[in-house]
């Protein structure tokens, strides 16, 4: 069976740092673009950052530029985001997404606390 699962969340302090981990299992995604989305309450999905098969190339969305870094570890089939300087309003589910195989894992709640 194909899944994603994440790990990592929790309740974070403002100002604090998150890292957040998914692995892929039961399938290779190794060649894939890859993605953290999250979604707060009442709010749309959001793209937090992308990252391309490689590597190389990452993506990441405006409201998290500049406090984000997203990387991966094929060879783990591992895929992680990394925050700091958390923000109240960064407190969400937070999902990991491979979107070439219309996979989602089921999110991690991450709650900022000042």
């Known amino acids: 069976q194909v899944e994603l699962v994440e790990s990592g969340g929790g309740l974070v302090q403002a100002g604090g740092s998150l890292r957040l981990s998914c692995v892929a299992s039961?399938?290779?995604?190794?060649?894939?673009?890859m993605a953290w989305y999250r979604q707060a309450a009442g709010k749309e999905h959001e793209l937090v950052a992308s990252?391309?098969?490689?590597?190389?190339?990452?993506l990441y969305g405006e409201s998290v530029k500049g406090r984000a870094t997203i990387f991966r570890d094929n060879v783990k089939n591992m895929i992680t985001l990394e925050m700091n300087n958390m923000k109240i309003e960064d407190t969400a589910v937070y999902y990991c997404?491979?979107?070439?195989?219309?996979?989602w894992g089921k999110g991690t709640q991450v709650t900022v606390f000042s």
């Open positions: 997404n491979c979107a070439w195989l219309n996979l």
């Open positions: 039961g399938n290779d995604v190794r060649d894939h673009p």
């Open positions: 990252i391309s098969s490689g590597g190389k190339a990452a």
